[in-house]
T-cell receptor, first 115, second 114 residues
Framework: DAGVIQSPRHEVTEMGQEVTLRCKPI?????LFWYRQTMMRGLELLIY????????DSGMPEDRFSAKMPNASFSTLKIQPSEPRDSAVYFC?????????????FGPGTRLTVL | AQSVTQPDIHITVSEGASLELRCNYS??????LFWYVQSPGQGLQLLLK??????LVQGIKGFEAEFKRSQSSFNLRKPSVHWSDAAEYFC????????????FGQGTELSVKP
C-alpha cells in the first residue's frame, strides 16, 4: 500500500492567493482527518470526514478555510485568501472503522509558506 | 475538556541510556491514549496505544508505556536509546464517543548524543 498521499509536499505562495492542498487516503479507509502543525499551537485537528461527510469542523480556524471530500479517494483543503499566519505543515490522516482505537495513518504533510 | 500535557519540550539523552517521556492527560472517563513519533520531514507513526486491560503496553521499536490512572499519566519509556530514536514524540488522548478525534500534546523533541 502506498500509504496516505499528500500533494504538493511544499507550497510557497503570496498573501491573498488561493491555496489548495490535496490528500489521497489509504484505499478502503472511511475516516479522513486534516491537521495543522505549527510551533506555536502544535498539532491541531481542523476537520474530519466519515464516508466523505464532514463530521466535525470545529477546528477550522475561519471562513477562509474549506475542506471537501468529493469521493472516498480524494480530499482537498482550500485556503482563500491565504495569509502569512497560515504558514504551517498540514497533515492528512486516514483510518478504518468508527472506533477511537483505530490507528490513524498520517501522510508526509504539506509545508505551506505564505509570504 | 480533554487535554494533554507533555512537560518536556526537549530532552537529550546519550545513546544506550534509558529514556522516559512524560505525558499527563485530563479526561473525565477512561481515556484512550496513544504515543506517536514524527521523524524529521515525515508524518506521524503510531508507537503504541492503550484502551483497557494491562496498564503496561508494548509498542514498536522497543518502546513501552505505562498507564497510571491515579497520576493521570501515560509515560513512554525505552531501556536503551538508539541514535535513530531522535525524533519528536507526541502523546494523544481520544474519547470513545467522538469518532476518531484525537487531542495531541505539544510534543517532546528527543536528541540523542553519541
Amino acid at each position: 500500500d502506498a500509504g496516505v498521499i499528500q500533494s504538493p509536499r511544499h507550497e510557497v505562495t503570496e498573501m491573498g492567493q488561493e491555496v489548495t492542498l490535496r490528500c489521497k487516503p489509504i484505499s478502503g479507509h472511511d475516516y479522513l482527518f486534516w491537521y495543522r502543525q505549527t510551533m506555536m499551537r502544535g498539532l491541531e485537528l481542523l476537520i474530519y470526514f466519515n464516508n466523505n461527510v464532514p463530521i466535525d469542523d470545529s477546528g477550522m480556524p475561519e471562513d477562509r478555510f474549506s475542506a471537501k471530500m468529493p469521493n472516498a479517494s480524494f480530499s482537498t483543503l482550500k485556503i482563500q485568501p491565504s495569509e502569512p499566519r497560515d504558514s504551517a505543515v498540514y497533515f492528512c490522516a486516514s483510518s478504518l472503522g468508527d472506533r477511537i482505537y483505530n490507528e490513524q495513518f498520517f501522510g508526509p504533510g504539506t509545508r505551506l509558506t505564505v509570504l | 475538556a480533554q487535554s494533554v500535557t507533555q512537560p518536556d519540550i526537549h530532552i537529550t539523552v546519550s545513546e544506550g541510556a534509558s529514556l522516559e517521556l512524560r505525558c499527563n492527560y485530563s479526561y473525565g472517563a477512561t481515556p484512550y491514549l496513544f504515543w506517536y513519533v514524527q521523524s524529521p520531514g515525515q508524518g506521524l507513526q503510531l508507537l503504541l496505544k492503550y484502551f483497557s486491560g494491562d496498564t503496561l503496553v508494548q509498542g514498536i521499536k522497543g518502546f513501552e508505556a505505562e498507564f497510571k490512572r491515579s497520576q493521570s499519566s501515560f509515560n513512554l519509556r525505552k531501556p536503551s536509546v538508539h541514535w535513530s530514536d531522535a525524533a519528536e514524540y507526541f502523546c494523544a488522548v481520544g474519547a470513545y464517543n467522538q469518532g476518531g478525534k484525537l487531542i495531541f500534546g505539544q510534543g517532546t523533541e528527543l536528541s540523542v548524543k553519541p
